[in-house]
């Protein structure tokens, strides 16, 4: 069974720094895109930061210069998050569209890690 294992979350001051990571557990063939969302309270989830198909990335004008997500050769993703903000709190999602099969790709979400900025 494929999952999405998330760690790095957790409480920090204004200023701050926290590294997230997202391993894909399980067999696949590929990673076609990878990268990671948020939610906060009372908003809609939107995109951090991701790789896409073609191997660009791509980030939420909030964060560009902040945060940084790159990979290692395996299966895992991580974003450094530096210079952090009150509003950069919220719980984060990792999300991976992968080749599970040589059918099709299916997209899968991690269970969410909460981030929390304190001013």
């Known amino acids: 069974q494929v999952q999405l294992v998330e760690s790095g979350g957790g409480l920090v001051q204004t200023g701050g720094s926290l590294r997230l990571s997202c391993t894909v557990s399980g067999s696949i063939i590929s990673i076609n895109a990878m990268g990671w969302y948020r939610q906060a309270p009372g908003k809609q989830r939107e995109l951090v930061a991701g790789?896409?198909?073609?191997?660009?990335t791509n980030y939420a004008d909030s964060v560009k210069g902040r945060f940084t997500i790159f990979r290692d050769n395996g299966k895992t993703v991580f974003l450094q998050m530096n210079s952090l903000k009150p509003e950069d709190t919220a719980v984060y999602y990792c999300n991976a569209d992968l080749w599970d099969s040589i059918v099709a790709t299916h997209v899968y979400w991690g269970q969410g890690t909460q981030v929390t900025v304190s001013s």
């Open positions: 790789f896409t198909s073609g191997g660009t």
